[in-house]
T-cell receptor, first 113, second 114 residues
Framework: KAGVTQTPRYLIKTRGQQVTLSCSPI?????VSWYQQTPGQGLQFLFE???????NKGNFPGRFSGRQFSNSRSEMNVSTLELGDSALYLC????????????FGSGTRLTVV | GENVEQHPSTLSVQEGDSAVIKCTYS??????FPWYKQELGKGPQLIID?????GEKKDQRIAVTLNKTAKHFSLHITETQPEDSAVYFC?????????????FGTGTLLAVQP
């Protein structure tokens, strides 16, 4: 059974650019959540999508957005990148998004220079 | 707001010893408490979880205890092995609620010395 796949694994962008990260959940999972991991702030919730709808959103600026497709794959976008956006972005999927059973991907390491 | 405190931030033990990591949560409505292990270059991996209607849960060398009154929960690893070395995160969530997100602790770097 394939796990959660995140692409790309590494990304280097310049301040002011935008970036799109991709997440393919475990087959059959309908909920996809995104987390930002940094040494200073730890793991912080960005947003959760379920059946193509954003159900929950964390305390991040509007530059962070996402979407989910009909096949449950999800993308997150960060516009007007800032140095502080450098982080490991993790995607987690679960069958029904009830809060348990999350399986995380290996993440996308974003570096903003 | 919601908060999960985790201690210690680093823990070094000898192989074969036990390791205990403690967490405290602030939202009394939380009812689901998972523990994750994160190895270098990988995402967090669920190792054990507990619901609020249970006081203790064991899975081989790993156990989790929950004290709902004190809003504390702990991870116990017995007979530690070098491969247990990793960063461990506790988390709290409202299972089945409208807000399906995990609030994570700040992590504990566990080093098991051979």
């Amino acid at each position: 059974k394939a796990g959660v796949t995140q692409t790309p694994r590494y990304l280097i962008k310049t301040r002011g650019q935008q970036v799109t990260l991709s997440c393919s959940p475990i087959s059959g999972h309908r909920s996809v959540s995104w987390y930002q991991q940094t040494p200073g702030q730890g793991l912080q919730f960005l947003f959760e999508y379920f059946s193509e709808t954003q159900r929950n959103k964390g305390n991040f600026p509007g530059r962070f957005s996402g979407r989910q497709f009909s096949n449950s794959r999800s993308e997150m976008n960060v516009s007007t990148l800032e140095l502080g956006d450098s982080a490991l972005y993790l995607c987690a999927s679960s069958f029904d998004g009830t809060g348990n059973g999350y399986t995380f991907g290996s993440g996308t390491r974003l570096t903003v220079v | 707001g919601e908060n999960v405190e985790q201690h210690p931030s680093t823990l070094s033990v000898q192989e074969g010893d036990s390791a205990v990591i403690k967490c405290t949560y602030s939202d009394s409505a939380s009812n689901y408490f998972p523990w994750y292990k994160q190895e270098l270059g990988k995402g967090p991996q669920l190792i054990i979880d507990i619901r609020s209607n249970v006081g203790e849960k064991k899975d081989q060398r790993i156990a989790v205890t929950l004290n709902k009154t004190a809003k504390h929960f702990s991870l116990h690893i017995t007979e530690t092995q070098p491969e247990d070395s990793a960063v461990y995160f506790c988390a709290a969530s409202l299972y089945g609620g409208a807000t399906n997100k995990l609030i994570f602790g700040t992590g504990t770097l566990l080093a098991v010395q051979p």
